[in-house]
């Protein structure tokens, strides 16, 4: 069921990659675990004990998330029985980066969207207007020079900020040592996401007053891959920025 939600909903298309790249990024630390010594934790157990209740309840109360993350934990409760607190230490980011292919909750997910959808309609408004055209807000509504956009829930930015949070933080478990830098491209990848989707739904108002038609269709899908791009590159650009700067920091705290 959780595959078939990757393959049928539009927000979750990388889901089908998290597994993947958390396996991988778990074989790439298989030297540290190597040099581990084993040692058991029985509170392990515990946290299988628990991971089976809340899969019951989820049963009973038909709620897939809390079944879906019960899963997640029974795999951590497993290393920690088997392989004590160090091995859970060095399989943490990849056991939790496994949270990225589970649906947010239709009760979170509609609590962040709308906000988000305020944000891009502000954000969206405030470009247009710099390109000199006349644009008004209300609510997640933009009039631009008389032709009405909405700002669904699709075009919230929810689907691009997840994909390019899992692409961050893949791309720093593969590229970058310096947790303070890895930690700080994946907290960019909020801004990235909502600048990139203002920008777009920016975009979109001037196609509508130009041509309708651009504003819907293929046209759409096609401007939402693009500034998909363009996070992308803002983000890789941002990398070796935050290199330097904080190497700079380090070296001024050393001497």
Request: charged share 10%; glycine share 8%.
């Amino acid at each position: 069921m959780l595959v078939l939600q990757w393959d049928q909903d539009a927000d979750m298309g990388h889901g089908f990659f998290v597994l993947p790249v958390s396996c991988l990024i778990a074989w790439r630390r298989r030297h540290e675990l190597a040099a581990l010594r084993p040692q058991p934790s029985w509170w392990g157990l515990a946290l299988l004990l628990w991971a089976t209740v809340q899969m019951l309840v989820a049963e009973v109360g038909a709620e897939l998330f809390l079944a879906r993350t019960a899963f997640l934990i029974s795999i951590a409760g497993a290393v920690l029985l088997l392989g004590g607190k160090r091995y859970l230490r060095v399989l943490a980011f990849p056991i939790c980066l496994l949270l990225l292919m589970i649906p947010i909750p239709a009760v979170i997910y509609n609590q962040i969207t709308f906000p988000l959808q305020l944000v891009a309609s502000t954000a969206g408004a405030f470009l247009i207007r710099l390109t000199g055209l006349p644009a008004q807000r209300l609510g997640n509504v933009l009039n631009v020079n008389g032709h009405l956009l909405l700002v669904e829930e699709a075009c919230s930015g929810i689907r691009s900020l997840l994909t390019l949070a899992f692409v961050g933080l893949a791309y720093g478990a593969f590229t970058e040592n310096s947790r303070a830098v890895r930690f700080t491209l994946a907290a960019a990848t909020l801004p990235i996401a909502l600048a990139a989707n203002a920008v777009r739904v920016a975009l979109t108002g001037v196609l509508a007053n130009w041509k309708p038609s651009l504003a819907e269709g293929f046209a759409h899908e096609a401007s939402g891959w693009a500034m998909f791009v363009f996070a992308m590159v803002l983000l890789l650009a941002l990398h070796p920025l935050l290199r330097r700067i904080f190497a700079a920091g380090a070296s001024a705290q050393s001497s």
